[in-house]
């Protein structure tokens, strides 16, 4: 299928793509059930408003197995948890394995009826540390959902909310705001990063180092559409190329990976090739204005009045 996609200052480019199947994603979880009937059709409903987001293109920049697996191992070269007597620990390559049911519940909880007509729902993940482990062994990352609505200008906006959740025992936990501060200020406090301009490992530098990932909701649905007998996403630690983010910043850069199978030894992303894209976008510098490519732009009154159409025909 060829499909026009416009640039930012660019002219149109014509590619041979294959929209995200969204509408897969609709049929594969709309009649999700859940013990509780009220939760399921909740988000059922709410997982039907990816009809109403603009078609992101996730195709044109698949991750490389091997690309991959280095980034993952990089980690212990460029990034260490500073322990209560002052060591440094190497982290954990895995962050967390967590079922598709999570993240479809943390997108039932955005409501988009205030959002522009234009949008795209995405996933922060914020990078921080339990404020009370004094010898962390690994990142506890705070997620928000989030609404990003276009702009005039062909850019999406996020739109601020105080929906923030910690992944623990098989679910996400609802956390205050002030939590997610306390665990924020915890990783800028406890991370040592180790720069290519010397052996050592500096302190967290604000306005430099990442302090948060977006990942759009349509990435991790489709990352596991496109991947048979896929109901968990792994994340994982992982270190972006310098050159990724346009110069902005010399040097490292902590990000999280998501695989939808377990890294070991023997498989090398054995599901990965072939698939969607599971980049993030870095804060910095991708923090409030994000640029996305886009292959449908959706308009959520036209969506709306057909689904108030097919109400009408089923009664």
């Not at 078609?55 to 212990?76: F, K, N, R, S, Y």
């Not at 506890?140 to 990003?148: F, G, R, S």
């Not at 310098?242 to 998501?258: A, F, T, V």
């Amino acid at each position: 299928m060829k499909v026009e996609i416009t640039y930012r200052h660019a002219r149109p480019i014509t590619f041979n793509v294959n929209p995200t199947p969204v509408t897969d994603i609709i049929r594969r979880w709309a009649g999700y059930i859940e013990e509780d009937p009220s939760t399921a059709q909740k988000i059922a409903a709410s997982i039907r408003t990816l009809l109403g987001e603009d078609v992101l293109d996730l195709t044109l920049v698949p991750l490389d197995p091997e690309i991959g697996i280095e980034e993952i191992e990089q980690v212990a070269e460029f990034f260490r948890l500073r322990q209560a007597d002052e060591t440094l620990l190497h982290l954990e390559p895995q962050i967390a394995e967590i079922p598709l049911d999570a993240f479809r519940f943390l997108y039932s909880q955005l409501n988009n009826a205030d959002s522009s007509e234009n949008y795209v729902n995405g996933l922060r993940m914020y990078l921080g540390v339990d404020p009370e482990d004094e010898n962390p062994q690994n990142i506890v990352p705070v997620y928000q959902p989030l609404a990003m609505d276009r702009n005039t200008d062909g850019l999406y906006v996020t739109q601020d909310n105080e929906l923030y959740y910690v992944y623990a025992d098989g679910a996400f936990l609802p956390v205050s705001g002030e939590t997610k501060d306390a665990y924020t200020k915890a990783y800028t406090e406890k991370i040592k990063i180790r720069t290519e301009l010397g052996p050592g490992f500096r302190d967290y530098v604000k306005d430099e180092d990442t302090s948060s990932l977006i990942f759009p909701f349509q990435t991790i649905f489709t990352l596991a559409e496109e991947n048979d007998n896929c109901e968990s996403i792994w994340l994982y630690n992982a270190v972006r190329d310098k050159n990724i983010d346009s110069g902005l910043y010399e040097g490292p850069r902590h990000c999280i990976l998501l695989l939808p199978t377990p890294l070991n030894e023997d498989s090398h992303f054995p599901s990965m090739e072939g698939t969607y894209a599971n980049r993030s976008r870095l804060c910095p510098p991708d923090c409030r204005v994000i640029s996305y490519n886009v292959i449908i732009q959706q308009l959520k009154a036209e969506i709306n009045t057909r689904a108030a159409l097919q109400t009408q025909r089923s009664r």
